[in-house]
Antibody, heavy 124, light 113 residues
Framework: EVQLVESGGGLVHPGGSLRLSCAAS????????MSWVRQAPGKGLEWVSGISGSGGSTYYAASVKGRFTVSRDNSKNTLYLQMNSLRAEDTAVYYCAKRKPDSTTVTHWYFDLWGRGTLVTVSS | DIVMTQSPDSLAVSLGERATINCKSSQSVLFNSNNQNYLGWYQQRPGQPPKLLIYWASTRESGVPDRFSGSGSGTDFTLTISSLQAEDVAVYYCQQYFSSPCSFGQGTKLEIK
């Protein structure tokens, strides 16, 4: 079955760190660029970060640049998001999403497969 | 960054009737070199992740019922559900992927009247 399963969310204090994981199955993981998209409680969607299929190129939203690091282990079919210096405004469900493949450059991010998400709560 | 604005914020439509959701981008998302609009639509049912419905403004994703259609070009786009079904109750988002960072509209909540 083609799926993405996130894990690693939880409650963390402001200034703390957390690492999210996304396990992929049912497709050739290394062939696809991947992203993290978040959704604050009751709010809309915000793209957070992306990474090319090889892992050689990474991309970030201005709101997380310098604090979050995206990476992938293609031997384990797993995507990661290391989140440092967390703030209350980072509280959200974090979704892992697969970029829909096409002939355009990878920075045109749109998504044909999403995980169910993992909740990150930043609070004292 | 490109700002996406949807209207209305919420919408109530009777079963079997047409639902129309609008999306406006703060700048054109039409790429002249391939004449494609870098615009997608997603459906998010309660408690579920988003699901891609439409990309390139009007191309239906595989498996999406043909009652869903997308139209528009440049800065103004529309998602139409031709005959509303109960399972269409959801929040709908437009998204531009013309430039990075990609960005989503605020969402339109669709309910049954």
């Amino acid at each position: 079955e083609v799926q993405l399963v996130e894990s690693g969310g939880g409650l963390v204090h402001p200034g703390g760190s957390l690492r999210l994981s996304c396990a992929a199955s049912g497709f050739t993981f290394s062939s696809y660029a991947m992203s993290w998209v978040r959704q604050a409680p009751g709010k809309g969607l915000e793209w957070v970060s992306g990474i090319s299929g090889s892992g050689g190129s990474t991309y970030y939203a201005a709101s997380v640049k310098g604090r979050f690091t995206v990476s992938r282990d293609n031997s384990k079919n797993t995507l990661y998001l290391q989140m440092n210096s967390l703030r209350a405004e980072d509280t959200a469900v974090y979704y892992c999403a697969k970029r829909k493949p096409d002939s355009t450059t990878v920075t045109h991010w749109y998504f044909d497969l999403w995980g169910r998400g993992t909740l990150v709560t930043v609070s004292s | 960054d490109i700002v996406m604005t949807q209207s209305p914020d919420s919408l109530a439509v009777s079963l079997g009737e047409r639902a129309t959701i609008n999306c406006k981008s703060s700048q054109s998302v039409l790429f002249n070199s391939n004449n494609q609009n870098y615009l997608g639509w997603y459906q998010q049912r309660p408690g579920q992740p988003p699901k891609l419905l439409i990309y390139w403004a009007s191309t239906r994703e595989s498996g999406v019922p043909d009652r869903f259609s997308g139209s528009g070009s440049g800065t103004d786009f529309t998602l139409t559900i031709s005959s509303l079904q109960a399972e269409d109750v959801a929040v709908y988002y437009c998204q531009q992927y013309f430039s990075s960072p990609c960005s989503f509209g605020q969402g339109t909540k669709l309910e049954i009247k």
